[in-house]
T-cell receptor
């Protein structure tokens, strides 16, 4: 079975500071991993995805994530936070690339950006 | 042009009523999902359809009945609504290779 654990339900950073949102996964088969962002009263938007190619994945809005098999981690980072980054972030896992495979979400991390 | 569209965006109804939420995608994907997001933002998978066939049913009460008339549409009908059904319901369309495209959500409030 697959699962993801997001450490820290709330993260607060200052504008311009490094953003680090943590995600650890559990999967019995090579996983595909995703980060999504949800702005208030909106749907989820795909930030980036790992699909067994390059371990360092770059996404939209300056975010990137690194797949570390030895640590079963897929942490999301951004060098410099903007006020507009304040949102809920979700890590998700699916076993492999089939569209019919279950996409399982973590519990989310709310990112607050202080001026 | 919206890739995944849900209607209505808001739905307020009384306990015991029956309601439907519609979802349409224009991405040409074969697989669509319904997720329920509770007040703590937890996203729980409910159903998945692949090319009009049910492939995932996550022990959702049988008051919830999805219907897929074609692979571009996945509607959700809920009978005998209960207070605990209040949540935001998201439709998603998924491509091979991963990556889901979500609708804007339907906020259901049962009073």
């Amino acid at each position: 079975a697959q699962s993801v654990t997001q450490l820290g339900s709330h993260v607060s950073v200052s504008e311009g500071a490094l953003v680090l949102l943590r995600c650890n996964y559990s999967s019995s088969v090579p996983p595909y991993l995703f980060w999504y962002v949800q702005y208030p009263n909106q749907g989820l938007q795909l930030l980036l995805k790992y699909t067994s190619a390059a371990t360092l994945v770059k996404g939209i809005n300056g975010f990137e994530a690194e797949f570390k098999k030895s640590e079963t981690s897929f942490h999301l980072t951004k060098p410099s936070a903007h006020m507009s980054d304040a949102a809920e972030y979700f890590c998700a896992v699916t076993p492999g690339g089939g569209a019919t495979n279950k996409l399982i979400f973590g519990t989310g991390t709310l990112l607050a950006v202080q001026p | 042009d919206t890739a995944v569209s849900q209607t209505p965006k808001y739905l307020v109804t009384q306990m015991g009523n029956d309601k439907s939420i519609k979802c349409e995608q224009n991405l040409g994907h074969d697989t669509m999902y319904w997720y329920k997001q509770d007040s703590k933002k937890f996203l729980k998978i409910m159903f998945s359809y692949n090319n009009k066939e049910l492939i995932i049913n996550e022990t959702v009460p049988n008051r919830f009945s999805p219907k897929s008339p074609d692979k571009a549409h996945l509607n959700l009908h809920i009978n005998s609504l209960e207070l605990g059904d209040s949540a935001v319901y998201f439709c998603a369309s998924i491509a091979g290779g991963g990556g889901a495209f979500f609708g804007q959500g339907t906020r259901l409030t049962v009073v």
